[in-house]
């Protein structure tokens, strides 16, 4: 899981404004995910790609975009159309497009002011 | 939606004894059972997976059983340690093809000393 990385690891937003959050993997994986997490809760999925220019809403889609330009980054959007994006940001990647061992990346913590 | 149920979602053991975490999951074409560990602060790290085809999995003192039958799935650990103390979540593949993965609310565990 080394091979994922995320960045900022912090980032403040005030609101109204969109916010991009980066995920960047070498493992040459397929798949990739956007999760968030908020405190004492599991991960809920947010998008998710299983190949280049090719992606689907997971269950919290509402409030997100994404893109896949290029087989290792996968950023996220926030928009100001989220109405609670204060969380943890968690992206993910794959080797195998149907269920398989998920590699998480380091995460981004969102606060919006 | 189809969905994962954790229980419980706090454990206290004492330093040695065992620990049990359990799942059930509402999917029957899940077919794909990953355990993950977090760390406060930290990405999740997979420490065991079982798939359907096997009905008990183990890892020095890491056990995952499977039940297919009543959808059910337990994470063991055995003579537990301080460094176990973490967040565990379960997970179970769902969607067509089971491209996705849908998690638990997560376990704390904390072992005393």
């Known amino acids: 899981d080394g091979g994922i990385t995320q960045s900022p690891k912090y980032l403040f937003r005030k609101e109204g404004q969109n916010v991009t959050l980066s995920c960047e993997q070498n493992l040459n994986h397929d798949a990739m995910y956007w999760y968030r997490q908020d405190p004492g809760q599991g991960l809920r999925l947010i998008y998710y790609s299983q190949i280049v220019n090719d992606f689907q809403k997971g269950d919290i889609a509402e409030g997100y975009s994404v893109s896949r330009e290029k087989k290792e980054s996968f950023p996220l959007t926030v928009t100001s159309a989220q109405k609670n994006p204060t969380a943890f940001y968690l992206c993910?990647?794959?080797?195998?497009?149907?269920?398989?061992?998920?590699?998480f990346g380091p995460g981004t913590r969102l606060t919006v002011l | 939606g189809e969905n994962v149920e954790q229980h419980p979602s706090t454990l206290s053991v004492q330093e040695g004894d065992s620990a049990v975490i359990k799942c059930t999951y509402s999917d029957s074409a899940s077919n794909y059972f990953p355990w993950y560990k977090q760390e406060l602060g930290k990405r999740p790290q997979l420490i065991i997976d079982?798939?359907?085809?096997?009905g008990e999995k183990k890892d020095q003192r890491i056990a995952v059983t499977l039940n297919k039958t009543a959808k059910h799935f337990s994470l063991h650990i055995t003579e537990t340690q301080p460094e176990d103390s973490a967040v565990y979540f379960c997970a179970a593949s769902i969607g067509q093809g089971a491209q996705k993965l849908v998690f638990g609310q997560g376990t704390r565990l904390t072992i005393n000393p």
């Open positions: 993910a990647s794959s080797i195998l497009v149907t269920a398989d061992e998920q590699f």
């Open positions: 079982i798939r359907s085809n096997v």
